[in-house]
């Protein structure tokens, strides 16, 4: 059976192969335009996942006694290396270094993946390997979406990693929903359910994901993949597919607000 690690690292390759097919072929005049992340390039987009794949990969090496724990100021530069890269550079560079990491996953044999901690460097302490990746796909299956609505405003956040993404917010990663989750206390308490997935929004003191049968008081009616792209703050009203919004005690207005994004 296919471990949840090994499903969630599936889906990385897969993002890195969706967007490897797009990344080359685009002009000067693309990287250097506006991607669906809000004040970013593309090319932006790309140093930041391609800095980030080169941090992930050392805590990875850590863990697996390839390396040493990275220390003080290392994050910092390599962010001040990548800053400093031409927009084809950092195109060129977020292919290779993604590569590097998922290769690096995909090397871990499948009878590690339940019992290999991984230190981030910034949780309280390490975290399994399965949410180590779900961080990676966080990012990644996000900003791919970013570097291609640039490109064509009604791109998707791929269906297997907006599945897996509600399977990680709901569980193993949970806690980044207190962090991205801003739930407005005048507003009152909200249950909002996804429409057709057993998934639920639960807003009170803080915002998280649940599959638990809570009484609901609203429904988001639109695709899995667009509630994620919601809780990410990219369900902007650019880039919200026809017919999607909400119905019960709290708009898709609202909503909006509650998760504005990062």
């Excluded at 996953?105 to 019992?115: M, T, V």
């Excluded at 057993?198 to 988001?220: K, M």
Aim: no cysteine; glycine share 8%.
């Amino acid at each position: 059976m296919t471990t949840l690690a090994g499903r969630t690292i599936a889906a990385l390759r897969s993002e890195h192969d969706t967007l490897a097919a797009v990344v080359p072929a685009l002009t000067t005049d693309q990287l250097t335009g506006p991607s669906g992340a809000s004040e970013w390039t593309i090319a932006d987009v790309l140093s930041h996942m391609g800095s980030g794949a080169e941090i992930s990969l050392a805590a990875l090496r850590a863990a697996l006694g390839a390396a040493e724990k990275p220390g003080p100021g290392f994050n910092q530069g390599i962010w001040d290396r990548w800053n400093a890269m031409s927009p084809q550079d950092q195109a060129a560079g977020w292919l290779a270094s993604d590569s590097a990491l998922v290769e690096a996953l995909e090397a871990i044999p499948a009878d590690r993946h339940d019992d290999l901690p991984v230190d981030m460097g910034f949780l309280p302490e390490p975290i399994p390997l399965a949410s180590y990746a779900a961080m990676r796909l966080s990012e990644v299956g996000l900003h791919s979406w970013d570097v291609r609505a640039g490109v064509d405003p009604a791109a998707a956040v791929a269906e297997q990693s907006a599945q897996l993404l509600a399977e990680h917010l709901s569980a193993g990663i949970s806690f980044l929903l207190g962090f991205i989750g801003k739930p407005a206390a005048e507003r009152g308490n909200a249950v909002v359910e996804i429409a057709k997935t057993p998934y639920r929004i639960v807003l009170d003191e803080q915002a998280r994901l649940t599959t638990e049968d809570v009484p609901v008081t609203a429904t988001f009616d639109g695709p899995l993949e667009s509630a994620i792209r919601l809780i990410y703050g990219r369900l902007t009203p650019a880039y919200t597919p026809a017919g999607v919004g909400t119905t019960g005690n709290i708009t898709l207005d609202e909503l909006r607000s509650t998760f504005p994004g990062f």
